[in-house]
C-alpha cells in the first residue's frame, strides 16, 4: 500500500518526514497494542486529538451516520419479508429480538425502527423480499465502503484493492456483522427466557437467584465479547493495510466501545430530561434523534482506530529516534 502524499494534512515537509512512519504502520503491524514501548498515555491521547481534527473525523462521522440510516430500513424491509414469508411466529421472536437495541437506542428513535418494521412486516411478500434484498446490500456495500475510506485516512493509506474486491468484501463483511448481531440479541433472548423459566420452576429461592443471576451475567458477557469481535473485524477488513495481524482486542476498540456505550446511555438520559427536540423538528424529530446515535455510531468507531493508528505511528517514531541514538 502506498501512504497517503498528503500524510494527515499536514504541512509537505512534514508529511515527507512522517512518510516512513505510516509506512512501516502499514508494512509492520504491532504484534500488541497495549504495549506502548515507552510511549505515554498522554502523547497518544494528544496525538489522537490532533489526528481526530486534521483528518475531519466528525464530518466522517456525519457520513457514516446518513449511510447506516440509508441501509437500516432496507434491511429492515429484507428481515421482515423474509420472516414473513417464513412464519409470523418467526416475525415475533425477532421484534423480541429487536427490543434489546431499545437499551442503548432512545426511545423515539426506536419507534421509528419498530414502526417500519411492523409495517413492512405486515404486508411480506416474495417481490418484497427481492427489492429488500437488492436495496440492502447496495446499502450497506455503500456504508463499509465509506467505513473503509475513513480507515484508510486513519492508517493513511490509499485504497488499491479493485472495485469489485472491495464491494465484495463490503457485502460479505457486513451480512457477517449482521449474522453476528443477530446471534449476540438471541443470546441476550435466550438467557433471559431461561432465566425466567428458572425462577418460575425452582422452589428454593436462593438457588434460583443465584441461576437467574449467573444466566444474565453469561448473557450480557457473550454480548460485550460479541461487541469486541464485531470491532475487530472492521478494524481488521476496513483499511486497506499492506500487512495486517488480528487483535481480539485494542485500547482504540476498547475506548469506542465504552465512548458508544456512554455516550447512547447520555443521549438517552438527555433526552428523557431534556425532551425538546420535537418542538424544535417537529415530526422529524425521532428521525434526528436516530440519525444523531447514528453519527456517534460512527464517530466512536473512527476514533477507536485513530486510537490504535496514533499508537503505532507513535512507536514507530520512537523506535526510530532510538536507532538513530
Not at 429484507?78 to 427490543?99: D, E, K, M, N, Q
Not at 472492521?234 to 493495510?241: E, G, H, I, S
Not at 469506542?256 to 420535537?278: D, E, P, R, T
Request: net charge neutral.
Amino acid at each position: 500500500m502506498m501512504v497517503s502524499e498528503s500524510g494527515k494534512n499536514a504541512s509537505l515537509p512534514e508529511a515527507e518526514g512522517l512518510a516512513w512512519v505510516w509506512e512501516q504502520v502499514s508494512r509492520s503491524p504491532l504484534e500488541s497494542l497495549w504495549d506502548f514501548q515507552g510511549v505515554s498515555v498522554w502523547l497518544v491521547l494528544k496525538r489522537t486529538g490532533k489526528a481526530a481534527i486534521d483528518d475531519n473525523l466528525f464530518s466522517r462521522a456525519a457520513e457514516l451516520g446518513y449511510y447506516f440510516l440509508f441501509a437500516l430500513f432496507p434491511t429492515l424491509i429484507c428481515a421482515s419479508a423474509i420472516l414473513g414469508l417464513a412464519a409470523r411466529s418467526a416475525t415475533a421472536i425477532y421484534v423480541s429480538l429487536l427490543h434489546y437495541f431499545a437499551l442503548v437506542v432512545p426511545p423515539a428513535a426506536f419507534g421509528i425502527v419498530m414502526d417500519t418494521f411492523n409495517q413492512t412486516a405486515a404486508a411480506a411478500s416474495g417481490g418484497k423480499f427481492l427489492l429488500g434484498l437488492v436495496g440492502a446490500l447496495w446499502s450497506a456495500s455503500v456504508g463499509f465502503s465509506a467505513i473503509q475510506d475513513g480507515m484508510n485516512t486513519v492508517y493513511r493509506v490509499r485504497e488499491t484493492r479493485p472495485y469489485w474486491i472491495a464491494r465484495g468484501a463490503c457485502i460479505l463483511v457486513t451480512l457477517l456483522l449482521s449474522v453476528s448481531v443477530t446471534v449476540n440479541l438471541a443470546v441476550l433472548l435466550g438467557s433471559d427466557f431461561a432465566a425466567h423459566a428458572v425462577w418460575g420452576h425452582v422452589a428454593h429461592r436462593w438457588v434460583a437467584w443465584v441461576v437467574v443471576i449467573t444466566l444474565r451475567v453469561v448473557g450480557w458477557v457473550f454480548a460485550l465479547l460479541m461487541l469486541v469481535v464485531q470491532f475487530s473485524v472492521v478494524y481488521y477488513y476496513a483499511p486497506d493495510l499492506a500487512n495486517k495481524r488480528w487483535h481480539w482486542l485494542t485500547p482504540g476498540a476498547a475506548m469506542g466501545i465504552a465512548g458508544w456505550v456512554a455516550a447512547s446511555l447520555g443521549l438517552k438520559v438527555y433526552l428523557h430530561y431534556f425532551n425538546s427536540y420535537s418542538l424544535t423538528y417537529g415530526s422529524l424529530g425521532a428521525v434526528i434523534v436516530l440519525l444523531t446515535w447514528f453519527y456517534i455510531t460512527g464517530l466512536m468507531l473512527l476514533l477507536g482506530a485513530e486510537i490504535n493508528s496514533e499508537i503505532q505511528a507513535a512507536v514507530v517514531e520512537r523506535q526510530g529516534v532510538v536507532s538513530k541514538e
